[in-house]
């Protein structure tokens, strides 16, 4: 089991940059690959970022190829993701997910994630 809270959303204007951090506790967080996927309104959740559990590899949608980019820190227990030149359709709830997996690729289905958190708010205005 592991418990994985959001931080960091917010009003930006267009062009501007955030960083939503994902703290974790419970079970060994190196041991779990993480995951960014984001809702809008009206919209099925979409997957952003992954990061494998080594943090050794990541993949992107390709709307936030080059923008936004994800890491950990094992030692802090704690997934970020940076997000720069943001645009108003990155406007969505943001979660963090938590996989048991330890498969070297990133996990980028978010039917392979068991552990979610509670989202966080990311609006952008034009």
């Known amino acids: 089991q592991v418990q994985l809270v959001e931080t960091g959303g917010g009003l930006v204007q267009a062009g501007g940059s955030l960083r939503l951090s994902c703290a974790a506790s419970?079970?060994?967080?190196?041991?779990?690959?993480m995951g960014w996927f984001r809702q809008a309104p009206g919209k099925e959740r979409e997957f952003v970022a992954a990061i494998n559990w080594s943090g050794g590899r990541t993949d992107y949608s390709d709307s936030v190829q080059g923008r936004f980019t994800i890491s950990r820190d094992n030692a802090k227990s704690t997934v970020y993701l940076q997000m720069n030149s943001l645009r108003p359709e990155d406007t969505a709830v943001y979660y963090c997910?938590?996989?048991?997996?330890?498969?070297?690729?990133?996990?980028?289905?978010?039917?392979?994630?068991?552990?979610w958190g509670q989202g966080t708010q990311v609006t952008v205005s034009s």
């Open positions: 419970g079970r060994t967080f190196s041991s779990y690959a």
């Open positions: 997910a938590a996989s048991v997996s330890i498969s070297i690729a990133p996990i980028t289905s978010k039917y392979d994630y068991a552990y």
